[in-house]
């Protein structure tokens, strides 16, 4: 498709669960994004692809979550032993590249909605 | 202290008027872009506007416009002419460079814009 694509859109879980997310970005952009949107609240920021890599993992909120891109596309951000706060909608995002100095636009998918039980 | 500061919770303003919508941002890096975002109730992220920290001219968009003032650190969003469309939640992001920390985007915690009829 042309836009960032994610799935699921909607996902509900039992605490305690493994959930996987998965983001397919605008293709050719090299840079991927994944942020975290709590009910009423800003986007939080979680980590960052550039290509295959992630340069950053410090906005990670704990060690049951973790991220990886495989063949500079699609990415799978997993949160292993699911807690209740864990519920928010999980934005992916992408851009043509990761620098400051151009105007590349970050372009968001329509996001997965996660619930935990 | 916060990096984007979005002092408005919540406007209400009648339609065809023009609304201002403030964003001020901290950073130390000369090389920043910052970011307007509109989240309809469908959850979705839409890119506005963009401003870099080195354009000479105030970013425009159609009806959406950016007022930069680079000294006092602002970045205002102005909507001319609004439409009931227009209602939803907007946020200012910023991007900073590389010693800045991760390269994503900084969102403030939004503006929840009503449009009255």
């Known amino acids: 498709g042309a836009g960032v694509s994610q799935s699921p859109s909607n996902k509900v879980t039992e605490k305690g669960k493994d959930v996987e997310l998965r983001c397919d970005p605008i293709s050719g952009h090299t840079a991927l994004y994944w942020y975290r949107q709590s009910l009423g609240q800003g986007l939080e920021f979680l980590i960052y692809?550039?290509?295959?890599?992630?340069?950053?993992k410090s906005g990670l909120p704990s060690d049951r979550f973790s991220a990886e891109r495989t063949g500079g596309s699609v990415s799978t951000l997993t949160i292993q032993r699911t807690q209740q706060e864990d519920s928010a909608v999980y934005l992916c995002a992408s851009s043509l590249a990761g620098s400051q100095f151009s105007g590349n636009t970050i372009y968001f998918g329509e996001g997965s909605w996660l619930t935990v039980v | 202290a916060q990096k984007i500061t979005q002092t408005q919770p919540g406007m209400f303003v009648q339609e065809k008027e023009a609304v201002t919508l403030d964003c001020t941002y901290d950073t130390s890096d000369p090389s920043y872009g910052l970011f307007w975002y509109k989240q309809p109730s469908s959850g979705e992220m839409i890119f506005l506007i963009y401003q870099g920290s080195y354009d000479q001219q105030n970013a425009t968009e159609g009806r959406y416009s950016l007022n930069f003032q680079k000294a006092r650190k602002s970045a205002n969003l102005v909507i001319s002419a609004s439409q009931l469309g227009d209602s939803a939640m907007y946020f200012c992001a910023m991007r900073e460079g590389p010693g800045g920390g991760a390269d994503g985007l900084t969102f403030g915690k939004g503006t929840h814009l009503i449009i009255q009829p």
């Open positions: 692809f550039q290509g295959n890599s992630a340069p950053d």
